[in-house]
């Protein structure tokens, strides 16, 4: 879909008229009666009520399911996930207000993050010809989305896909800061607006504005460069908030793909702000309340005072995967000729709480079927079990699967251009002390559980010093222990609350780690090819992209220049690596590069 003017126009007007039309067939709410006025006694307030449902960062899931386990999600505090629960709790909230009273949006990130979303992007892709309707489409259109922003996970598998579906969806896809790179117009439908028909006075016109991250610019450069660009969401507020409150909306609400605390993850190499609706309330006036997403973080509500006006504007955001289900309940009051905001309130409604909708299972029973099928496929052998379970105190074969797939990838990605004479090492984590790839038959749920985060690859510059700051960083995850001293695995580790993903194994380099001295001062005997490394020479880092653009906060790796970057996820290139390669033998690729030592000694 060409992204001129003339299509953006129509897109938006019909996004309007689409609402009006719906809305246009509403009855009048049994619950609000006007009041009726006897002798000289004044009338009582006209009053009207209604309910913004939202979701966010649902990635990919439909049903209460994890693909990479291949049986029911579960996780330690017991939530569940997915679109068929989230229908559940929708239905039941309409049931009690109103189906008229209610609209339903979410904040994005919802086509990548599952197999059953890589599936239909990259196996049987919804792009190709008489291609199958995206899940993530059938389900939010069979539930009766109302408008939904765009994420930044949306671009991860190029815009011919996303444009493939946003036609599919029966709501518009919102981005008012997304925005045609040429022209600078909007690329997709800035916002929507929705009539809610009250029982007294002028309908209620509610309106939607959709803004998504400025990091897309970064972590989808290689399918948005020259095409798209995304300045920042409170500079495109407040050039759309004053046009929809001139257009008639009465309440303004914002769904952004953007978390609330005012940080970015990468650092100074754009601009703007990617954790930035806090930021949106604070500035912006005429705004009253934001569906928050993007950092994967609860907040049942979380009110801002607007600097300008001091009034509060309501965030809230539900947590991923469709745990969570925010409600922002308004209530108006009619005054002087027109509808005013009198109060505005969020909580969240837990998904594990309802069982899931069987329309929803039903429509999509198909799908699962194909996509647990596909992840249950045999793609090669390994010739010995491995497992993370030793991997967060030693070098263990599981994660130089991980380094070898990635550093292989990223000198294939580099041969034949500047970088290519350059030596290439890799960081991975222990994501989870529970993968392993079994001795024999190896499938894809195997592969893909070693990576269950949606991180793609990126290639960095990064010269000897920096590498010896970056690993020093990085040992901060063990608790200092005396030589002597007895060593206990369970309390060896997660440092001052520092996650497992948060401690980088990087190989291609020997080192060792001694975990008696101070944090800051452990990186012992770091050499390269069996020589100290010089500190002046330079390296290339294979590494994700959440890494790279910041996430953990390690020293260097966000400023250093970026050579080269991958959209696919890492798990699917170490997929595609053993289905190549037919056998996995951890004797060809298996080193002890790394060890945690005592002023000197081994510690295992």
Same mark, same amino acid.
């Given at each position: 879909?060409?992204?001129?003017?003339?299509?953006?126009?129509?897109?938006? =007007?019909?996004?309007?008229?689409?609402?009006?039309? $719906?809305?246009?067939?509403?009855?009048?709410?049994?619950?609000?009666?006007?009041?009726?006025?006897?002798?000289?006694?004044?009338?009582?307030?006209?009053?009207?009520?209604? $309910?913004?449902?939202?979701?966010? /960062? %649902?990635?990919?899931?439909?049903?209460?399911?994890?693909?990479?386990? #291949?049986?029911?999600?579960?996780?330690?505090?017991?939530? /569940?996930?997915?679109?068929?629960?989230?229908?559940?709790?929708?239905?039941?909230?309409?049931?009690?207000?109103?189906?008229?009273?209610?609209?339903?949006?979410? &904040?994005?990130?919802?086509?990548?993050?599952?197999?059953?979303?890589?599936?239909?992007?990259?196996? /049987?892709?919804?792009?190709?010809?008489?291609?199958?309707?995206?899940?993530?489409?059938?389900?939010?259109?069979?539930?009766?989305?109302?408008?939904?922003?765009?994420?930044?996970?949306?671009?991860?598998?190029?815009?011919?896909?996303?444009?493939?579906?946003?036609?599919?969806?029966?709501?518009?896809?919102?981005?008012?800061? +997304? %925005?045609?790179?040429?022209?600078?117009?909007?690329?997709?439908?800035?916002?929507?607006?929705?009539?809610?028909?009250?029982?007294?006075?002028?309908?209620?016109?509610?309106?939607?504005?959709?803004?998504?991250?400025?990091?897309?610019?970064?972590?989808?450069?290689?399918?948005?460069?020259?095409?798209?660009?995304?300045?920042?969401?409170?500079?495109?507020?407040?050039?759309?908030? *004053?046009? %929809?409150?001139?257009?008639?909306?009465?309440?303004?609400?914002?769904?952004?793909?953007?978390?609330?605390?005012?940080?970015?993850?990468?650092?100074?190499?754009?601009?703007?702000?990617?954790?930035?609706?806090?930021?949106?309330?604070?500035?912006?006036?005429?705004? #009253? +309340?934001?569906?928050?997403?993007?950092?994967?973080?609860?907040?049942?509500?979380?009110?801002?005072?607007?600097?300008?006006?001091?009034?509060?504007?309501?965030?809230?955001?539900?947590?991923?995967?469709?745990?969570?289900?925010?409600?922002?309940?308004?209530?108006?009051?009619?005054?002087?000729?027109?509808?005013?905001?009198?109060? =505005?309130?969020?909580?969240?409604?837990?998904?594990?709480?309802?069982?899931?909708?069987?329309?929803?299972?039903?429509?999509?029973?198909?799908?699962?079927?194909? =996509? =647990?099928?596909?992840?249950?496929?045999?793609?090669? $052998?390994?010739?010995?079990?491995?497992?993370?379970?030793?991997?967060?105190?030693?070098?263990? @074969?599981?994660?130089?699967?991980?380094?070898?797939?990635?550093?292989?990838?990223?000198?294939?990605?580099?041969?034949?251009?500047?970088?290519?004479?350059?030596?290439?090492?890799?960081? &991975?984590?222990?994501?989870?002390?529970?993968?392993?790839? *079994?001795?024999?038959?190896?499938?894809?749920?195997? &592969?893909?559980?070693?990576?269950?985060?949606?991180?793609?690859?990126?290639?960095?510059?990064?010269?000897?010093?920096?590498?010896? #700051?970056?690993?020093?960083?990085?040992?901060?995850?063990?608790?200092?222990?005396? &030589?002597?001293?007895?060593? /206990?695995?369970?309390?060896?580790?997660?440092?001052?609350?520092?996650?497992?993903?948060?401690?980088?194994?990087?190989?291609?380099?020997?080192?060792?780690?001694?975990?008696?001295?101070?944090?800051?001062?452990?990186?012992?005997?770091?050499?390269?090819?069996?020589?100290?490394?010089?500190?002046?020479?330079?390296?290339?880092?294979?590494?994700?992209?959440?890494? +790279?653009?910041?996430?953990?906060?390690?020293?260097?790796?966000?400023?250093?220049?970026?050579?080269?970057?991958?959209?696919?996820?890492?798990?699917?290139?170490?997929?595609?690596?053993?289905?190549?390669?037919?056998?996995? #033998?951890?004797?060809?690729?298996?080193?002890?590069?790394?060890?945690?030592?005592?002023?000197?000694? @081994?510690?295992?």
């Amino acid at each position: 879909m060409p992204l001129n003017r003339r299509t953006f126009l129509e897109g938006s =007007v019909a996004v309007g008229a689409g609402a009006a039309l $719906t809305a246009g067939a509403v009855a009048p709410a049994e619950a609000h009666g006007p009041g009726h006025g006897h002798g000289h006694r004044p009338k009582p307030a006209r009053r009207y009520s209604f $309910t913004v449902m939202g979701t966010t /960062d %649902l990635h990919g899931n439909v049903f209460n399911w994890d693909y990479f386990t #291949d049986k029911e999600f579960d996780d330690k505090a017991h939530n /569940d996930v997915g679109l068929a629960k989230i229908s559940t709790l929708v239905e039941r909230v309409r049931k009690e207000k109103g189906r008229r009273n209610t609209l339903l949006i979410d &904040a994005g990130d919802t086509i990548q993050g599952t197999q059953l979303s890589y599936y239909y992007a990259k196996v /049987d892709p919804i792009t190709a010809r008489r291609g199958p309707v995206h899940p993530m489409a059938q389900a939010m259109n069979a539930i009766g989305y109302d408008a939904a922003a765009l994420g930044n996970h949306e671009f991860n598998y190029g815009i011919p896909v996303l444009r493939k579906f946003e036609e599919q969806c029966d709501f518009p896809l919102l981005g008012a800061n +997304a %925005l045609d790179a040429k022209t600078l117009r909007p690329a997709f439908a800035p916002y929507s607006m929705h009539r809610l028909r009250t029982p007294c006075g002028r309908d209620v016109k509610v309106a939607v504005l959709g803004l998504t991250n400025p990091g897309i610019a970064i972590w989808d450069k290689a399918n948005v460069g020259g095409k798209m660009v995304f300045p920042g969401l409170e500079e495109q507020a407040a050039k759309w908030v *004053p046009k %929809l409150r001139s257009m008639g909306a009465d309440v303004v609400v914002v769904s952004a793909h953007s978390g609330s605390s005012g940080t970015s993850s990468y650092g100074d190499q754009l601009p703007y702000v990617e954790n930035a609706a806090g930021l949106v309330a604070e500035q912006v006036p005429g705004i #009253d +309340a934001i569906l928050v997403g993007h950092a994967h973080t609860e907040i049942p509500e979380y009110r801002v005072a607007n600097e300008k006006t001091g009034k509060d504007v309501v965030l809230s955001e539900p947590l991923k995967w469709g745990q969570r289900l925010t409600l922002f309940d308004f209530d108006l009051v009619w005054e002087k000729g027109r509808w005013t905001v009198e109060k =505005v309130g969020a909580q969240v409604l837990n998904s594990n709480t309802v069982e899931e909708d069987r329309k929803i299972v039903r429509l999509l029973s198909d799908e699962h079927r194909k =996509v =647990v099928a596909y992840v249950n496929q045999v793609i090669g $052998t390994s010739t010995a079990a491995m497992t993370t379970a030793d991997a967060p105190w030693k070098d263990e @074969p599981i994660i130089d699967l991980i380094n070898v797939v990635q550093a292989e990838t990223v000198k294939a990605a580099l041969a034949g251009g500047a970088y290519a004479g350059l030596p290439v090492l890799s960081q &991975a984590s222990c994501f989870s002390r529970t993968a392993r790839i *079994p001795a024999g038959q190896v499938t894809i749920k195997d &592969a893909a559980g070693l990576y269950p985060f949606e991180n793609t690859l990126e290639a960095r510059l990064l010269t000897g010093a920096q590498l010896k #700051d970056y690993l020093e960083f990085s040992a901060r995850y063990y608790v200092r222990t005396p &030589a002597g001293a007895p060593v /206990d695995t369970a309390k060896l580790t997660n440092a001052d609350g520092t996650p497992d993903y948060n401690y980088d194994a990087v190989s291609g380099l020997t080192y060792e780690i001694d975990i008696a001295k101070e944090a800051g001062a452990r990186i012992v005997n770091l050499a390269f090819e069996g020589r100290p490394v010089d500190p002046a020479a330079k390296f290339v880092l294979a590494v994700n992209n959440y890494r +790279a653009s910041g996430g953990g906060a390690f020293p260097h790796v966000a400023n250093a220049p970026q050579l080269w970057a991958d959209s696919d996820e890492i798990r699917n290139t170490i997929i595609r690596w053993v289905q190549a390669r037919g056998t996995v #033998d951890p004797g060809q690729f298996a080193s002890v590069d790394w060890r945690l030592t005592r002023d000197g000694v @081994p510690v295992f």
